[in-house]
């Protein structure tokens, strides 16, 4: 297998990648006010107060700029900072409940694909929350940071839009066009709103006006550089630098005076529109819980400046294991399989550091063992778990109530600290054990063991503490021992701490039989590789276990020949091999042997980062929601990233993320019953995934065969020689600010810089290792009506890449090429039955609120079938016809939009809307007539450029109308030729003459092909526009359209060719 990397996120920042909805768990809108927001600084980070104050100036500022933004609507109230355990010289509060894990914004080293452009991890559909939003030290204490990106509160509350609301960038990000033509054939820069204005220059040492390409738009690394004075007030998710700029863009409804100068701009080729709908950001925001009928605006409010604790993090974790032995658990070997996942919790997966005790439970609850640091007690604790017997009721509440006081004992709050619950039973938890949780402000997590529907009591104060939860079926030791280590994990922010599971796998090896198997050890670990075994049989089986290199170790002696020898545990079962010192990297294999007898084994390989100069490969996952109801999908993510060393620099070292792409993510679903579903998770781009290549996999799962609890797990697998990618580019980023023109014609380039084009997508590679992870995100609980396979109400997915161009813009005849990814038959599995594909010469609203349009049929496709949709995931590519084309005019814009019906013609949504601009008559470069660019500045004024080193202004020609910036014909030098009035004179009616001829010809041979064409099709009464017909996609009538008139504007975004 091929897979390849590119960098995202920072490597500290793991644990945070899949924790979008805790956003709103933990985060609260009251009173129009927002409280819990928690900001982590990283340990990496060293101490610098600096930090602290600039942190409380940005979010004071932010709580302004927010309240003005949402209309009076929210502030940001009480904010905690969270400075590393290691900061030791300022004065903090001490803080139990707060935790790096749960931050909803972090301070970290950069990460390279953005540098120290701040970002928000974002990875869901329009209006889910954000994982985090990420700020460099750097930004923090340069003040170059606000030439960069305007001041930090607006660049804040541009972050907060996208991890709050779910919103995306209206500036070009990568991936998405800076330029695009508009429906009035006027080239635009990408942004929000329309009224946003400025010129189209490019830098390369002096700066000078864009030449088109061959489809009319600015060439590669044209930038939009906009007046230092505006007359309009948004978009914070466009321009957020500008300072007039202090809103959000809206569709207009707002009863505010400056509803029409925020307009949102519906035809930008941003993320904006592409995922949300053609939306605005403030519409999407009003339908959050936030906005939608509660906190309205408040015009009592006056003060709106936030309050902040700076608390130190606690510098280790506190677990009480609060376990049923109830006379239940005696029943399918639930009570032994409890124990051994028990016993590896406490001897190996629970980092040094961490604080353990244990908590027995049936009608009563009794503590078992105290709170003890798990570095030298990991053999009472163990001993202790042996001597579990099963027998009584089951009283969780008591045992809870018992786990608090055992993280009490410490002399330390119990806040912060997890009571993680086993039980096999719906017992009782207890309004007294549910506020006593609550109030000592500890995390409750659970686990179901052999059980079909969750205990309600207990989930909700799983949730309500923001715990995690998992189901394991009984006498599936393997999976509980992964769950048992799903919980050790702790998050920091020092991924050196943390033990990966790099295998699982569970199997019976028969009497006298064999079983083998291999164990990927990559580069990135190998300090404390753990090979553990487990069994369940008459007598010891022998394991043999061999390095790459050929060494073997034995689980018993003799053979003579073994450089190491297993610890064999007869209490619960287990052969562990620890291997000394860092495992060599490469596969390692294993062989079980029985005798006379068959042996159930399950096994488990974990092991820790091999140094601090090759962080960990990591995986993390989890789901879209936990409690789906009535054939709502849900949707399983994976990220799959390595991270890489980049020297110090001033005594700091800088860690990031690169995406894994190519990988093989496969999810194993179990549901109730313990029927396993197997999905493979993709990051094509296509839905549910949002962006392609960005290391984060997703897939729908829609086969809810039964009520009850689910499990999940998820294992990825990267082999063969596969190269690291480093991608250069920017997604939900606060927007760079490139200079300004200044109301005399002088161009200011930002002083650091001027920005990119914003979609140069280039790439660099490294080798990387074959690798396998392996996580365990926990479970979800179904309710509602079950999945019948023989009744199909599930639809096709919504295609969400739809993109649309002309295949030669000297030849509309060769017609215009479609592509997407195909979506499936149900959401992105199967295969689709057909397409049904529509455009409009008039407007998206049609299309995007009614599906009103034209109909593309199979007879003018030169390429591809609506009527033959390949598998879902799959790139289509089809090439269409245009009919009914106006032909009053050179250019028009058309806008197309597409549904997908399966064989019960159940219907997708309707897609994104694609945009185009056709080229009725052949486009002419005006490159090849002309050597200058116009560019538009106001009236009479002179551009002047202010280069960043030694002033050499450019003086540029002028008008009353227009400031000319002379540029030299690419591949051509000034020959220094001139002509006199005559030649010029002459020159010009040849050239007259020869259009006038070509435009005769052209005319008649396009008469003559429109009669063809008429007498090919005839009117289809049915459908207006397209009609409204919802029967399928196997509509084949026309009619003639009427042909709108649109006016073609002038200006300096107008190519001659519209002239």
């Not at 409804?253 to 939306?279: F, G, I, V, Y």
């Not at 089809?878 to 549904?899: C, G, K, M, Y």
Request: a negative charge; aromatic letters at 10%.
């Amino acid at each position: 297998m091929h897979f390849t990397f590119g960098i995202v996120p920072f490597l500290l920042l793991i644990g945070q990648a899949l924790k979008g909805e805790a956003v709103f768990n933990q985060v609260k809108l009251e009173n129009n006010a927002y409280s819990g927001l928690l900001i982590a600084i990283n340990p990496e980070i060293s101490e610098d107060p600096k930090i602290v104050e600039t942190l409380k100036d940005m979010i004071t500022e932010a709580s302004q700029v927010l309240f003005t933004a949402t209309h009076r609507r929210a502030y940001f109230g009480n904010v905690t900072i969270l400075v590393p355990n290691t900061w030791t010289n300022g004065t903090y509060d001490s803080t139990h409940v707060q935790s790096y894990d749960l931050a909803d914004v972090l301070v970290a080293n950069p990460n390279p694909m953005y540098g120290d452009n701040p970002y928000t991890l974002q990875y869901g559909q329009c209006g889910d929350p954000g994982s985090y939003i990420h700020f460099t030290p750097n930004y923090l204490n340069d003040s170059s940071a606000v030439a960069n990106y305007g001041p930090r509160g607006k660049a804040f509350v541009h972050e907060w839009a996208h991890l709050r609301w779910g919103v995306f960038d209206e500036a070009p990000t990568d991936g998405n066009d800076p330029f695009y033509w508009d429906s009035k054939q006027k080239v635009q820069a990408t942004r929000c709103p329309l009224g946003l204005n400025g010129e189209f220059i490019y830098f390369d040492g002096d700066a000078r006006g864009c030449n088109p390409i061959y489809n009319g738009l600015p060439e590669n690394g044209c930038i939009f550089v906009p007046y230092r004075t505006q007359n309009i007030n948004a978009s914070l998710m466009s321009h957020q630098f500008i300072d007039e700029v202090v809103e959000f863009c809206d569709d207009g409804d707002l009863a505010s005076s400056t509803s029409s100068t925020n307009a949102h701009n519906t035809e930008a080729t941003n993320e904006q529109n592409r995922l949300c709908d053609m939306r605005s950001v403030w519409t999407v925001m009003r339908s959050s819980v936030d906005f939608n009928g509660v906190n309205l605006p408040n015009d009592a409010i006056s003060d709106v400046t936030p309050t902040f604790t700076v608390a130190r993090a606690r510098p280790f974790a506190k677990f009480v294991l609060v376990l049923d032995v109830s006379g239940s658990m005696g029943a399918d070997n639930k009570l032994e399989d409890m124990k051994l996942a028990a016993n590896l919790f406490v001897t190996q997966f629970c980092p040094n550091g961490s604080k353990v005790g244990i908590v027995e439970f049936e009608s009563f609850a009794n503590i078992i063992h105290d709170l003890v640091l798990i570095d030298d007690n990991r053999e009472s604790l163990a001993a202790v778990i042996a001597l579990i017997t099963s027998g009584g009721g089951t009283n969780i509440g008591n045992g809870i109530i018992e786990g608090i006081k055992v993280l009490e004992q410490d002399g330390e709050p119990a806040a912060g600290g997890h009571v993680i619950v086993l039980s096999d039973g719906l017992g009782s938890v207890g309004p007294t054990a549910t506020d006593d949780a609550l109030e000592a402000g500890v995390v409750v997590d659970s686990i179901y063991f052999g059980v079909t529907t969750v205990n309600d009591e207990l989930q909700h104060l799983v949730k309500e503490t923001q715990g995690n939860w998992y189901f394991n079926e009984a006498m599936d030791s393997g999976s509980l021992i992964e769950t048992f280590k799903e919980l050790a994990y702790v998050n920091d922010g020092d991924p050196y701490k943390n033990i990966y599971q790099i295998y699982s796998q569970s199997f019976t090896v028969p009497s006298n039989g064999q079983y083998s198997g291999g164990v990927l050890v990559d580069s990135t670990i190998g300090n404390n590789t753990v090979f553990t075994f487990t069994y369940s049989s008459a007598g010891d089986p022998l394991v043999l276990l061999y390095s790459p290199s050929q060494e073997k170790y034995c689980s018993q002696k003799p053979p003579s020949d073994c450089v190491g020898y297993a610890t064999t545990d007869h209490v619960f079962n287990t052969i562990t091999f620890q291997i000394p010192g860092t495992a060599t990297v490469g596969e390692w294999v294993f062989d079980v042997t029985t005798v006379s007898y068959s042996a159930d084994v399950d096994v488990i390989v974990t092991s820790m980062a091999s140094n601090r100069e090759i962080p960990p490969m990591v995986v993390e996952s989890g789901m879209s929601q936990s409690d789906p109801s009535n054939l709502e999908p849900i949707v399983v993510y994976a990220t799959v990233r390595r991270s890489y060393f980049i020297p110090p620099v001033n005594l700091q070292v800088s860690i990031g993320y690169q995406p894994v792409i190519e990988a093989d993510v496969l999810a194993t679903i179990t549901a109730p019953s313990g029927k396993t579903f197997l999905l493979t998770l993709l990051d094509t781009g296509s839905a549910p995934d949002v962006r392609k290549n960005d290391g984060v996999y997703s897939r729908y799962f829609t086969e809810f065969v039964e009520t009850g609890s689910y499990s999940v797990q998820v294992k990825v697998t990267g082999l063969g020689n596969g190269t690291s990618s480093t991608y250069h580019g920017s997604r939900s980023a606060a927007a760079y600010n490139p200079g300004y023109i200044e109301s005399d014609g002088t161009i200011v380039p930002n002083p650091n810089g001027p920005a990119a084009s914003g979609n140069d997508n280039t790439l660099t590679t490294s080798d990387i290792d074959p690798f396998t992870r392996v996580v365990s995100p926990g479970g979800f609980s179904y309710t509602g009506v079950t999945y019948d396979p023989t009744i199909d109400v599930i639809p096709p997915g919504k295609v969400i890449d739809l993109a649309v161009e002309q295949v030669d813009n000297q030849d509309l005849s060769r017609g215009v090429r479609l592509t997407f990814s195909a979506p499936g038959s149900d959401y992105d599995s199967g295969t689709a039955r057909a397409y049904q594909i529509r455009y409009s010469y008039d407007s998206a609203s049609d299309l995007a609120n009614n599906f009103k349009g034209i109909l593309i049929t199979k007879d003018l496709l030169f390429e591809g079938d609506v009527l033959s949709p390949k598998s879902a995931g799959t790139q289509e590519t089809l090439i269409a016809e245009l009919i009914a084309v106006p032909h009053d005019r050179n250019a028009i814009s058309v806008w197309f939009a597409l549904r997908a019906y399966d064989d019960s013609d159940n219907v997708s949504p309707t897609s994104n809307i694609a945009m185009m601009n056709v080229f009725v008559a052949p486009y002419v470069d005006p490159t090849t007539e002309a050597t200058t660019e116009p560019v538009t500045s106001p009236a009479t004024q002179t551009t002047t450029f202010v280069p960043t080193s030694t002033p050499q202004p450019i003086t540029t020609t002028t008008s009353t109308t227009t400031t000319t910036v002379t540029t030299t014909t690419v591949g051509k030098s000034d020959t220094g030729i001139k002509l006199d009035t005559f030649q010029i004179v002459t020159i010009v009616l040849a050239v007259l003459c020869f259009i006038l001829v070509c435009g005769l010809i052209g005319t008649w041979v396009l008469k003559y092909h429109l009669d063809k064409q008429r007498k090919k099709y005839r009117v289809n009464e049915q459908l207006e526009m397209g009609g409204t017909s919802q029967n399928g996609p196997n509509g084949n009538e026309y009619r003639e359209l009427s042909r709108p008139q649109v006016k073609v504007e002038g200006g300096s975004q107008n190519s001659s060719y519209l002239k």
